[in-house]
T-cell receptor, first 114, second 112 residues
Framework: KAGVTQTPRYLIKTRGQQVTLSCSPISGHRSVSWYQQTPGQGLQFLFEYFSETQRNKGNFPGRFSGRQFSNSRSEMNVSTLELGDSALYLC?????????????FGPGTRLLVL | GQSLEQPSEVTAVEGAIVQINCTYQTSGFYGLSWYQQHDGGAPTFLSYNALDGLEETGRFSSFLSRSDSYGYLLLQELQMKDSASYFCAVRDRGDSSYKLIFGSGTRLLVRP
């Protein structure tokens, strides 16, 4: 069974631009969560989607948004990029995002904002 | 607030046993998970404790005491490939789903 995939793997943008990252969950998984990882703040929860609906949201500004498609693939968008948005963006999937389910992480997209 | 505390670095010798502690303070608690992350890699799930006690999976064991808001990951028969960062994470329930709140990670260095 294929794991969680994320594209692109690496990305360089400049301040003020916007970026869209993509995540394809494990087949059969309908819950997709996004996390930001930085050396200073560690791993922080961004948001979670299930059946095309955002169910949970972390403490990030409105510049960070996401969506989920009917095939459970998810995208996250960051508008008006800032230097501090440079990070590894990870998505994780699970079947329903509840109970004792394990979240499986993708390899991440490393974003560098110049 | 919500916080998890774990040591920043641990060094151990190949073949030895090492314990990585995690204390947490969260508004909601639905279990403690452990993840391993090698440099440049994705976090990989290791174990999950929802109830008090010890869970064993091969060379790795994880313990939870909910009354003490404390858990640990025990790695036995250390191998060089175990050099990585280890994160504890609390499952905190949001409105209708769970999210993971991570500790800052413990960097384990295994020496020959």
């Amino acid at each position: 069974k294929a794991g969680v995939t994320q594209t692109p793997r690496y990305l360089i943008k400049t301040r003020g631009q916007q970026v869209t990252l993509s995540c394809s969950p494990i087949s059969g998984h309908r819950s997709v969560s996004w996390y930001q990882q930085t050396p200073g703040q560690g791993l922080q929860f961004l948001f979670e989607y299930f059946s095309e609906t955002q169910r949970n949201k972390g403490n990030f500004p409105g510049r960070f948004s996401g969506r989920q498609f009917s095939n459970s693939r998810s995208e996250m968008n960051v508008s008006t990029l800032e230097l501090g948005d440079s990070a590894l963006y990870l998505c994780a999937s699970s079947r329903t995002g509840t109970g004792a389910e394990t979240q499986y992480f993708g390899p991440g997209t490393r974003l560098l904002v110049l | 607030g919500q916080s998890l505390e774990q040591p920043s670095e641990v060094t151990a010798v190949e073949g030895a046993i090492v314990q990585i502690n995690c204390t947490y303070q969260t508004s909601g608690f639905y279990g403690l998970s452990w993840y391993q992350q090698h440099d440049g890699g994705a976090p990989t799930f290791l174990s999950y404790n929802a109830l008090d006690g010890l869970e064993e999976t091969g060379r790795f064991s994880s313990f939870l005491s909910r009354s003490d808001s404390y858990g640990y990951l025990l790695l036995q028969e250390l191998q060089m490939k175990d050099s990585a960062s280890y994160f504890c994470a609390v499952r905190d329930r949001g409105d209708s789903s769970y999210k993971l709140i991570f500790g800052s990670g413990t960097r384990l260095l295994v020496r020959p």
